[in-house]
């Protein structure tokens, strides 16, 4: 019975010690995880702080657009005018060139 109780005891001595090192090794990923955070915080803050500023950069250079097709659109509208008129002046001509060379 001694000795029953000898090997249990050394058993649960050894599950004992072997969770202890199981949990020591937790307790130092644990450390170093938590070392790691602050680090990781700034990082996400830096990393924030440049995604808002990109969006910022973005909405500015989609009003530029914006006011550059308007300007393009303006451009064209005024030269389809003046081809227009050129085209209407060009048929003129032709009219007051064609009554002038007849006999």
């Known amino acids: 019975e001694m000795k029953r109780s000898s090997e249990h005891l050394l058993r649960a001595t050894k599950e004992r010690e072997a969770a202890v ?21 700034t990082t996400k803050s ?16 989609a009003a530029v657009n914006v006011d550059l097709r308007r300007e393009v ?3 064209m509208s005024a030269y389809m005018k ?11 001509y032709q009219f007051s060139y ?6």
Do not use: F, H
């Open 21 to 41: 090192r199981k949990y020591k090794k937790s307790l130092g990923v644990l450390k170093g995880i938590q070392g790691s955070i602050p680090s990781m915080m």
């Open 73 to 75: 659109d303006m451009y």
């Open 98 to 103: 064609a009554e002038v060379s007849e006999p």
């Open 46 to 61: 830096v990393i924030t702080t440049e995604v808002q500023l990109m969006n910022v950069e973005a909405k500015k250079r």
């Open 82 to 92: 003046e081809e227009g008129v050129g085209k209407e002046k060009g048929v003129v």
